[in-house]
């Protein structure tokens, strides 16, 4: 398949339904679905969020009063929110309940420090912040610096709510799902400030019927959302999409390897989603309890947000005895582009085939003319791409253009198949003497050595040149050092892509969801 060539994803039939014609029969706004199901299947079983469990019909009144509550706030249609929150009832609440009210909602974790909540609060500029103080101690943290006042509702447990800010002014309300902006999900902002990422009801629900679909989920299944909502991958894919499709959505705030492994055995979860991180910490805690696996419900499982290496894979499969699926996406694409099918075929280490319907290419520049000619910078264009960073339309024209086209950042390739592989970001491509090295193929090698838990490289600038320095996590007790490591990457890889320098971590920097923090690990380097 050549590249600098558009291409368009197929209308694939998804539950036996054409992608189009689904596409079609959207809701216009993110809180219709469970809704829909709070009238029509009231005593289905919705969310279980510790030892408080909701039918769609409580779900749908707990919407309703959220609702109310932001109007008795002064909180108008237009306006924004912020929620400091983990998963929990009460986020779910709030933001359906905004959702209703054509209000905005900043979704951003409590576990972000002070300043970045401030950065965040700055640039998002709402009309209240909120604070779900009932399950986060670093919510509480933030509310009582913020002189936020903690209620306790009878539907949500207790949250906080910090002062009215007149200052900030509504957006328009737009009539169409397509139009109206839903959330702001807010960039880690290492690197200057935060842009806020306007998704729509539209995109959000695309992503959320189409991965729903491709899972093939439905009212039996019990999903277990882990993921944080305050990220997209948890926000659209296993939240929406198990409230589009009328599932259980069984909430944890925080991901322990024990909850997990006890869920999974006991508590019929049919659907897990993650990082590839999550299944490593399973896989290392039952082995350290000597502890089996099982999980006799479980029928599909996938991870996203990360690379995956082929020995991760092949680990978690075995482990499992399923296919573990893989998917690629980034915020600014609410967030999925691709993600494998469920049947299969699952022999490689691809994202799959492009979601159905959008269009993407792989671009190539003049300087790229002696480089690997199967490798572009991927573009896509569609129903999931974000309408813009809010109040950044500098930002916004540097990845989108006016046509609708979204850069993504990312380098990839595609088989003959139609299966996309993300071979490195455009930011994190190393060039050492001349040849690319892209960071996924150095990890892979290293996740090999049987001792290493975790991998992360980046490049090291040098006078004239490019150097590949690997942080790594082994498993605990282990005595390998950066010499044996380096020596067993040496046997493995082109002597270009080696690394110069093996540094060993007790525990690698992550978000909350998993996903390691190179850009820390780079200001390390600078240091």
């Known amino acids: 398949m050549s590249v600098n060539t558009e291409f368009q994803a197929p209308d694939e039939r998804i539950n036996g339904r054409p992608a189009s014609e689904l596409l079609a029969s959207l809701p216009n706004r993110i809180s219709q679905a469970a809704l829909h199901w709070a009238d029509h299947a009231p005593d289905r079983l919705a969310l279980v969020d510790g030892d408080v469990r909701w039918t769609y019909g409580e779900l749908g009144q707990a919407i309703r009063r959220s609702r109310d509550l932001l109007a008795s706030l002064d909180v108008r249609p237009g306006d924004r929110i912020m929620v400091l929150n983990e998963n929990s009832r009460a986020l779910v609440a709030l933001l359906l309940g905004a959702a209703e009210l054509d209000v905005w909602v900043a979704v951003v974790s409590a576990r972000l420090s002070a300043k970045e909540i401030d950065t965040i609060a700055e640039a998002a500029d709402p009309r209240r912040l909120l604070y779900t103080t009932g399950i986060s101690p670093e919510a509480g943290a933030h509310a009582d610096r913020h002189g936020a006042v903690r209620r306790q509702l009878p539907d949500l447990g207790e949250i906080a709510i910090g002062p009215l800010r007149d200052s900030a002014a509504p957006e328009p309300v737009q009539a169409a799902g397509k139009d109206q902006v839903a959330t702001l999900i807010f960039t880690s902002g290492t690197t200057g400030v935060p842009k806020g990422v306007m998704l729509t009801h539209r995109n959000m629900l695309t992503v959320a019927a189409f991965t729903g ?37 069984q909430l944890e705030a925080r991901f322990e390897p ?270």
Not at 226 to 248: E, K, R, W
Request: hydrophobic fraction near 40%; charge should be negative.
């Open 213 to 249: 679909g491709l899972r093939e989920l439905g009212e039996t299944d019990r999903v277990y959302g882990v993921l944080p909502i305050s990220h997209v991958f948890g926000l659209s894919s296993v939240f929406l999409g198990t409230m589009l499709y009328g599932a259980t959505l």
């Open 258 to 527: 024990a909850r997990l492994a006890e869920a999974l055995e006991h508590q019929g979860v049919t659907v897990l989603q993650g990082v590839p991180a999550m299944f490593q910490r399973l896989l290392e805690y039952l082995r350290l309890q000597g502890r089996e696996l099982r999980a006799p419900e479980l029928r599909y499982m996938s991870v996203g947000g990360a690379p995956l290496d082929p020995a991760v894979k092949e680990r978690v499969q075995q482990a499992f005895g399923l296919p573990l699926n893989n998917g690629y996406g980034l915020t600014e694409a609410a967030p999925t582009i691709s993600q494998t099918r469920i049947r299969g075929p699952h022999d490689n280490i691809s994202t799959g085939p492009v979601l159905p319907l959008l269009e993407y290419k792989l671009k190539r520049g003049e300087e790229d003319s002696d480089s690997d000619p199967d490798v572009g910078e991927l573009w896509v264009r569609g129903p999931t791409v974000m309408k813009g960073y809010f109040r950044r339309p500098d930002a916004t024209a540097e990845v989108l253009t006016e046509d609708g086209w979204l850069n993504t950042g990312d380098l990839a390739r595609l088989d003959a198949q139609g299966n996309l592989y993300i071979v490195g970001r455009t930011k994190e491509l190393i060039i050492r003497s001349g040849f690319n090295v892209y960071p996924p193929d150095v990890e892979a090698v290293l996740t090999e050595h049987p001792d290493v838990t975790l991998c992360a490289v980046v490049g090291r600038a040098v006078e004239g040149n490019e150097e590949v320095v690997a942080y790594v996590q082994l498993a605990p007790g282990s005595t390998a050092t950066a010499e044996q490591i380096r020596s067993f990457a040496a046997e493995r890889l082109a002597p270009y892509k080696r690394p110069s320098e093996v540094v060993i971590m007790e525990v690698l920097p992550a978000t909350p969801t998993g996903k390691i923090l190179k850009a820390r690990l780079r200001q390390q380097i600078d240091k």
